[in-house]
């Protein structure tokens, strides 16, 4: 199974991951046509300081054991068995935001407009290779295979970093 690794030594701050998530998910799909402004959308990922102010990109991890699939009264978010990938069914969204509260991660936020449904990372389903990881230009986002039984990464040379936000 294919995750986006994060190499937070490599992260620049440019946000450019985010900008490629925004126009991804933006009606135009383009970079150019986007709104900025966050009225219309928001990226579905985030570059944060850690506590030694150094900047770290951060995206949904598709858990193993999700806890905001635990927490989806209505079954919107669900376990892909075949991709391992956290799947939302907005139709199915009753924007109780018991998903937002319940992500350790902080990686679903209600949606940017209406804020009547969540929305999350999608993988950029439909793309071969989510936007992010094309757009970040110093490799911090990357993909790596991982194991289906445990998470783990499976992609030679690669060792996860756990650096995150703290």
């Known amino acids: 199974m294919l995750r986006i690794l994060i190499k937070p030594e ?23 046509l986007a709104d900025l402004s966050g009225g219309h959308g928001r990226p579905r990922n985030s ?10 990109p951060l995206t949904c991890r598709h858990c193993q054991e999700p806890e905001c699939v635990t927490a989806c009264i209505t079954g919107a978010l669900s376990k892909n068995p075949a991709t391992g990938l956290v799947e939302h069914d907005q139709g199915r969204c009753a924007g109780c935001w018991m998903c937002v509260m319940s992500c350790p991660f902080g990686m679903i936020s209600p949606e940017a407009l209406e804020k009547k449904t969540a929305v999350k990372c999608d993988f950029c389903q439909g793309r071969e290779t989510p936007r992010c990881v094309e757009a970040c230009p110093t ?6 295979e991982v194991s289906p039984e445990t998470g783990n990464n499976t992609t030679p040379g690669e060792a996860p970093k756990e650096e995150g936000l703290h």
Do not use: F, T, Y
């Open 47 to 56: 570059v944060e300081l850690n506590s030694r102010d150094l900047p770290v």
């Open 139 to 144: 490799g911090a986002i990357c993909l790596a």
């Open 10 to 32: 490599l992260c620049a701050g440019c946000k450019n991951c985010q900008v490629a998530c925004l126009a991804e998910h933006s009606p135009s799909g383009s970079v150019w």
